[in-house]
């Protein structure tokens, strides 16, 4: 049988609220097994933030890939 590819997966949830600059909201939540709930990973407000904490994630996810012998 054929090794599993890695798999991670992000939901990436965005709101607006307008009563409280940045008014950009968001919550990430993540799973490395797509048969399993995800988790909340991160929340974040603004769009620099948001995206940082993609960034991170991916990266962690990354580390974790090339741990386990994926080539990244």
Known sequence: MAAQSPTGVLVLRVWWEPAHPPALRARLLVVDD?????????????TEDVTESVRAWLQEWS?????RGGDG
């Open 34 to 46: 797509p048969r399993e709930a995800p988790v909340e990973y991160a929340t974040a407000a603004g």
């Open 63 to 67: 580390d974790k890939a090339r741990a």
